[in-house]
């Protein structure tokens, strides 16, 4: 049954889709954070190992959250590899040495490349597809990778 929420329904798909986008680089960031968490090495394993968790499990309520927002829409969320590796706009990667630096550095570009993908659609969400709470809904999510990358930037001085 498709929702009657006061938004056009070739709107609620072009928001779905940009959503699903956002949603695949969500996974894709994820993984990566994991991945960080699994194999980082060096004299701050501890420390790096219990920080890395915390962003993983952020990232994870983040990638929920979407996922229902699509949902909520009448939508289905992408929930395949192959579909997130054909909808992201991040790229995976694969590194020799496996130091904190170096994973901090590759996290925090992606955190700085979602805010700006997020902020960039905000008023499109609002003036192009009349959503405002989708709208709403990227802002906070765009204030979330902004504290993480804080987070992240605050390792690297």
Request: aromatic share 8%; proline share 1%; charged share 30%.
């Amino acid at each position: 049954m498709e929702p009657k929420i006061g938004i056009k329904q070739e709107n609620l798909s072009s928001v779905a889709h940009l959503l699903a986008v956002m949603l695949a680089d969500e996974f894709l960031l994820y993984t990566k954070t994991r991945n960080a968490h699994w194999n980082v090495e060096g004299s701050d394993f501890h420390a790096m190992h219990k920080f890395f968790e915390e962003q993983y499990e952020q990232l994870d309520e983040t990638m929920d959250d979407i996922a229902e927002r699509i949902r909520s829409l009448g939508h289905y969320a992408p929930a395949t590899l192959k579909d997130y590796l054909k909808l992201t706009r991040l790229t995976e990667e694969s590194r020799e040495k496996n130091d904190s630096h170096g994973f901090i550095k590759a996290l925090l570009a992606d955190h700085e490349s979602i805010v700006i993908h997020l902020r960039e659609n905000i008023n499109r969400f609002a003036n192009e597809y009349h959503d405002l709470g989708t709208s709403d809904f990227i802002t906070g999510l765009m204030e979330t990778h902004e504290k993480m990358a804080w987070m992240l930037r605050a390792h690297l001085k």
